[in-house]
């Protein structure tokens, strides 16, 4: 799109311009899609926050026709990113589930009690901690956070 545009500002007289002007409108027209593309094969190979860089410019530069499709693809991420925040949490690393967790929100609005469910067993697990080195009035906090942020998972 910039060779193009240098094209055109480089030689204004030129007898191909016309030409050149239809391409850049048809460039402009299909980058989003191409963006889409991207982010659509790298939530595929895993790569999700790069992924969702590629949504990010395909929704700044996209038109109404990919509304429906990037917010399909946030929506996928969000599901995965929840899968990871899962593994996580089973292995007891809370700073990354509890970032996972934010981010998923961020992209499954319509999601958010699923998420809240996982918030609250991340705050549970904190409260075990805190309990477990002797500070009950940190794991009593963690608790109630817990409580009014909504019902644990089950498990």
């Not at 007289?13 to 050149?20: G, L, P, V, Y």
């Not at 590629?54 to 026709?65: L, P, Q, V």
């Amino acid at each position: 799109e910039r060779d193009f545009g240098a094209f055109m500002s480089d030689f204004p007289e030129h007898t191909r311009r016309r030409r050149a002007n239809r391409l850049l409108q048809l460039a402009a027209r299909l980058v989003p899609y191409q963006q889409v593309q991207m982010a659509q094969a790298l939530t595929d190979e895993g790569r999700l926050e790069e992924a969702l860089q590629w949504y990010d410019s395909a929704i700044a530069r996209g038109d109404t026709n990919l509304t429906a499709i990037i917010d399909s693809g946030r929506m996928e991420i969000g599901y995965k990113l929840l899968q990871r925040a899962d593994r996580r949490l089973s292995r007891g690393d809370l700073d990354t589930t509890g970032r996972l967790l934010k981010i998923a929100q961020n992209l499954m609005p319509a999601e958010e009690d699923l998420v809240k469910r996982y918030s609250a067993e991340v705050l549970i697990q904190e409260g075990h901690r805190y309990r477990g080195a002797g500070d009950l009035n940190a794991a009593l906090r963690q608790y109630d956070r817990a409580m009014a942020g909504g019902p644990a998972r089950r498990g």
